[in-house]
């Protein structure tokens, strides 16, 4: 916080600027405008695929079938693989040339896509290594609240007729609400702050076009290649206040919901 207020290169004594930093990020850098929208579209591209994905594959490895536990394993796996060996393995994977998803594509008639040559697509590649690193922690955290949810209320539910999915929507979406508000705030939280998948993806300049120049290769960018730690930290903390009103209001609103119910 103090450093936000300062104009400081790491080399000379820092020099008191007060709010310039500030006013110079919220209303004259046009590059803070693409950055912050291209990390709510990530955001977005991230978190909506992520819960909704998470929810299915939870409630299919919260039922009782022969070998669920091997299935439970793979799920699983991408939690145990660190995020920038899994961003390596993925740049190979969405070489234009000969990747392994062209490759594929090849097969059907499909010609090569630029994955990550082009800002879209570029972004659309980023949103499904997240998404595929972000599923395993969602589908742990919703798989042990449904774990929790009384197997009676199933049992009543079918006596009086109601379907797998209408038991899904009618009881279990309610009744893990809370893990699903955890689930949210936690996924908006890690796009915000993404960074090293960016950065080994399309590397620190923000990718083609600024196709996936987010808050954190901005926030990088200031403070280790332009040297500017005061302008950085004054970023760093309009990200947490973005990230701050972001969870104060969706706490608010699971709050809302509770006393509704």
């Known amino acids: 916080l103090y450093m936000s207020f300062q104009d400081w290169d790491l080399f000379t004594p820092a020099r008191f600027v007060g709010l310039a930093n500030f006013g110079h990020l919220l209303t004259a ?64 994977v969405f070489n234009t040339d000969d990747g392994l998803l062209n490759t594929m594509l090849g097969w059907i008639g499909i010609g090569p896509v630029p994955w990550l040559l082009e800002p879209g697509w570029a972004m659309v590649s980023l949103c499904m290594v997240s998404v595929w690193k972000s599923v395993p922690f969602a589908t742990v955290v919703l798989l042990a609240a449904m774990a929790g949810v009384p197997h009676t209320l199933y049992e009543a539910a079918r006596i009086d007729g109601a379907s797998e999915l209408r038991q899904f929507f009618s009881i279990t979406v309610p009744l893990i609400r809370g893990a699903l508000s955890f689930v949210v705030v936690i996924s908006i939280i890690n796009a915000f702050q993404a960074f090293d998948q960016v950065y080994v993806l399309t590397g620190g300049h923000g990718g083609p076009e600024t196709g996936t120049y987010v808050l954190g290769i901005m926030l990088f960018q200031h403070a280790f290649a332009f040297l500017d730690f005061g302008y950085a930290s004054a970023l760093a903390w309009v990200m947490f206040a973005i990230l701050l009103s972001l969870t104060a209001l969706q706490l608010w609103l699971s709050r809302r919901r509770s006393l509704e119910l």
């Open 29 to 92: 850098d046009p590059l803070f405008l693409i950055a912050l929208r291209n990390t709510v579209v990530y955001t977005v591209g991230t978190l909506v695929p992520t819960v909704l994905i998470s929810l299915v594959v939870a409630a299919l490895l919260n039922r009782k079938l022969k070998g669920i536990s091997i299935f439970r394993t793979v799920i699983f796996l991408p939690l145990a693989v660190s995020s920038v060996v899994t961003a390596v393995v993925w740049h190979f």
